[in-house]
């Protein structure tokens, strides 16, 4: 079933606000959120994808090298978890043939959080090592609407990848262009490189334990942490 962002949100719209909630919004005008387990259930999903199109290029893909290269940017993941078989082009494109049977699949909070985002004027976008164009696809496929984002900015966007912070400067400059300063701004993901990353561009961080990093792993390296999306909202202020 197909919803709107409008839909979701709508039971916000006369929610008010926690206490101290307009001190935490002052603090924090955008979201930026990874993409794959954070926002979309992949790792499950996709790795049995990888493994299937290993296989056809006759590779015996173990969970242990797809731990090894996952987060990587897209092209540069490919071509280790297929042994450098072929061109990087035909591995994408061998890739992309089988996508339709290895949907990724929403996060149960998603569409509750970015709406209720967008309802208290709190601008979102996502920085993702999935090139732009399959992120917008997955995110087409997972009916988020796409005016739920200021920006979508995949590996292909900049030269530079996570953990380093310059990851981040396509997503600033847009949302410098608002007026929103990166004290200001958020990142939300659910691997360790991405607190580092956040780290190096000077932003605030949120870990998110729904990929392979704990709640506890993420307090270690000294992270803020969730269990799960849903409760974001709330962490930074705004009613549940």
Not at 150 to 161: E, K, M, P, S
């Amino acid at each position: 079933m197909k919803f709107s962002l409008c839909t979701i949100a709508f039971a916000c719209l006369t929610t008010p606000l926690e206490k101290g909630a307009k001190r935490k919004l002052s603090e924090i005008q955008a979201v930026i959120f990874d993409l794959d387990d954070t926002l979309l259930k992949t790792a499950e999903i996709k790795w049995a994808h990888h493994k299937a199109v290993a296989a056809q290029y006759d590779v015996e893909l173990t969970d242990e090298v797809l731990r090894r290269y996952w987060g990587m940017p897209f092209d540069v993941m490919i071509d280790h978890l297929y042994n450098h078989a072929d061109t990087v082009e035909n591995m994408r494109a061998t890739n992309r043939a089988l996508e339709a049977q290895f949907p990724k699949v929403i996060q149960e909070d998603t569409l509750e959080v970015v709406g209720k985002f967008a309802l208290h004027h709190i601008v979102t976008g996502v920085v993702t090592s999935l090139n732009t164009e399959y992120a917008i696809k997955d995110l087409e496929i997972a009916h988020i609407p796409p005016e739920a984002f200021l920006f979508v900015q995949g590996a292909d966007a900049t030269a530079y990848h996570k953990p380093d912070g310059r990851v981040f400067d396509p997503a600033l400059s847009r949302l410098g262009e608002l007026g929103i300063k990166r004290s200001n701004v958020l990142y939300v993901g659910d691997a360790l490189m991405d607190h580092q990353a956040a780290i190096n561009a000077s932003i605030q961080f949120i870990g998110v334990a729904t990929g392979f990093v704990t709640v506890e792993e993420f307090k270690e390296a000294g992270a803020s942490a969730i269990a799960r999306l849903g409760e974001l909202p709330t962490y930074i202020g705004l009613a549940a």
